[in-house]
């Protein structure tokens, strides 16, 4: 399986030819793009930087064969498309365009006792990849590669170390990195390191690269 790292939260799996799109939001300028080329997209939360509503409401209208996945707090929107949207939640199962995908976790992390939390899942991808969303929730399953969150207002570093040393992943590559300077990345990354307090490093993919995993 291959990894396209996108700016912010979207990534993209690819492998035997399909393509799935996890997170395509209003901080990611390729995700039209990515999108348009993509078999099914996985959509963890409602917040527009991992959501762009109007891009997957006119993808859905321009390609009936598009699928979307995410909580009903977000697909419940186009229930006149039950063949087009899924709802997930914790607990489910799916086969996704040839993904095996595993659904956990249930709210957002908290950003502030005033601001409500909203529904957030993260996917589980061939048993391999976990998009947490933004939420620093520890999937009850093996995670091969784990994709970090490193900025925003519910983020925090301590949280982070004590997250990745949860979930004990072999990898470990940034995502949501758009609040933080190219500075902060990597002391960021200087902190999430086998020399500092994690056992795996921080792998800061450069946008539109390409990893195997």
């Known amino acids: 399986m291959d990894l396209t790292k996108h700016t912010h939260a979207c990534v993209t799996l690819a492998k035997d030819g399909a393509r799935l799109v996890i997170d395509p939001g209003a901080f990611s300028p390729e995700a039209a793009q990515e999108v348009a080329a993509a078999d099914a997209v996985l959509v963890t939360h409602e917040h527009f930087d991992h959501f762009d509503e109007e891009?997957?409401?006119?993808?859905?209208?321009?390609?009936p064969e598009l699928r979307v996945y995410g909580p009903a707090s977000v697909v419940d929107r186009w229930s006149?498309?039950?063949?087009?949207?899924?709802?997930?939640?914790?607990?489910?199962?799916?086969?996704?365009?040839g993904f095996d995908v595993r659904v956990f976790g249930e709210l957002h992390a908290a950003i502030h006792r005033d601001i409500p939390?909203?529904?957030?899942?993260?996917?589980?991808?061939?048993?391999?990849?976990?998009?947490?969303?933004?939420?620093?929730?520890?999937?009850?399953?093996?995670?091969?590669?784990?994709?970090?969150?490193?900025?925003?207002?519910?983020?925090?570093?301590?949280?982070?170390?004590?997250?990745?040393?949860?979930?004990?992943?072999?990898?470990?590559?940034?995502?949501?990195?758009?609040?933080?300077?190219?500075?902060?990345?990597?002391?960021?990354?200087?902190?999430?390191?086998?020399?500092?307090?994690?056992?795996?490093?921080?792998e800061i993919v450069p946008i539109g690269e390409t990893v195997a995993v």
Not at 132 to 157: I, K
Request: no cysteine; net charge negative; glycine share 8%.
């Open 117 to 202: 939390r909203v529904t957030n899942v993260g996917y589980l991808v061939d048993e391999d990849v976990y998009h947490p969303g933004d939420a620093y929730h520890a999937p009850d399953a093996r995670v091969g590669t784990l994709l970090l969150p490193t900025s925003g207002p519910w983020t925090s570093l301590a949280a982070s170390v004590d997250y990745v040393r949860e979930v004990a992943p072999r990898r470990l590559v940034q995502i949501h990195e758009v609040m933080l300077s190219e500075t902060g990345q990597q002391s960021t990354a200087r902190f999430l390191s086998p020399e500092a307090l994690t056992e795996v490093p921080l």
């Open 80 to 97: 006149a498309r039950p063949g087009q949207v899924t709802a997930v939640a914790a607990g489910d199962v799916l086969g996704v365009a």
């Open 55 to 63: 891009l997957i409401a006119k993808s859905l209208e321009a390609r």
